[in-house]
């Protein structure tokens, strides 16, 4: 799984960055939630509190509200925890909205999904905490492997595919031991600790590295262990799939009318758009 501990947050905001009036912005479930909470307590040991703390709802495609009241309240800057389609539109509108501000975020920053929908204006200046960010590795094991992952399976590796890679051969190995009884997995699963994975196997850089920088168009580097993202801007949309669901469910509409229609149509032989109210 990956590393990204409330103390990483404190420490790279505070410590390094020397930012002491952080904003602090999640997405509002279990996850994000969870994380803001564990940050504002780390930060809290060192007597730092934070200038605002905000949320927005999974669904939600416009964060411009939260954003300007993080800047309204004096923040210096702004820790980020979220996924990397609403993590895309956060860091999109701060632009739009010409707020400044040295983004500190989870490992959503770095995600392939998350650059290729990024101009490298936008992206560059933002620091990611997380444990295994195989984008900015130089080891030649870890590029070998990014580099079957990407020939057979087409996808980028990065820190998501490392953790879905892990959890896979994780669930195979309970599956072998217990067979395929559901309860008899659940139970397994629950009992185990520790992930002997690739994040693990693999050399220490993985979980050792805390801080990915992303510049973008830069070439790799590395300086004091913060490390430069090469990458460029890919022709994909990101919410192209929100706008085949949401064409979907708006032709089901018309579908439904269409049916009605035809429905009266067969049975009174008559043309007619009058519904019986029930």
């Not at 504002?40 to 040991?45: D, G, S, Y």
């Not at 490392?162 to 139970?187: F, M, N, P, Q, W």
């Not at 050399?203 to 993202?229: E, V």
């Amino acid at each position: 799984m990956t590393v990204s501990s409330p103390s990483s947050f404190r420490n790279i905001c505070v410590k390094t960055l020397g930012k002491t009036k952080p904003g602090i912005m999640a997405v509002a479930d279990d996850y994000g939630l969870g994380a803001s909470k564990g940050i504002q307590a780390a930060l809290a040991k060192l007597k730092v509190s934070p200038a605002a703390v905000a949320s927005y709802a999974p669904s939600d495609k416009d964060m411009s509200a939260q954003l300007l009241e993080i800047k309204d309240k004096g923040a210096d800057s702004l820790i980020l925890f979220g996924r990397p389609a609403d993590v895309t539109l956060v860091i999109k509108q701060m632009n739009d909205l010409g707020i400044k501000l040295t983004t500190i975020g989870n490992s959503s920053i770095v995600a392939q999904t998350t650059l290729n929908n990024l101009s490298a204006a936008e992206a560059d200046g933002g620091y990611a905490i997380g444990g295994m960010i195989p984008q900015t590795s130089t080891d030649a094991k870890i590029m070998d492997w990014s580099k079957r992952v990407q020939d057979k399976y087409k996808v980028p590796a990065d820190n998501f595919t490392v953790s879905y890679y892990d959890t896979i051969y994780l669930l195979k190995s309970i599956i072998e031991k217990v067979g395929c009884d559901k309860a008899a997995i659940r139970d397994a699963l629950g009992r185990h600790q520790g992930l002997e994975g690739h994040a693990h196997q693999l050399p220490g850089r993985w979980t050792r590295r805390s801080c990915a920088y992303t510049r973008h168009l830069s070439q790799q580097g590395q300086d004091a262990g913060t490390h430069r993202l090469r990458s460029k801007r890919a022709d994909t949309d990101p919410f192209m799939g929100q706008l085949v669901v949401n064409g979907l469910a708006l032709g089901s509409i018309y579908a439904l009318v269409a049916l009605g229609l035809l429905l009266i149509f067969n049975t009174v032989q008559i043309v007619t758009s009058r519904k019986a109210n029930c």
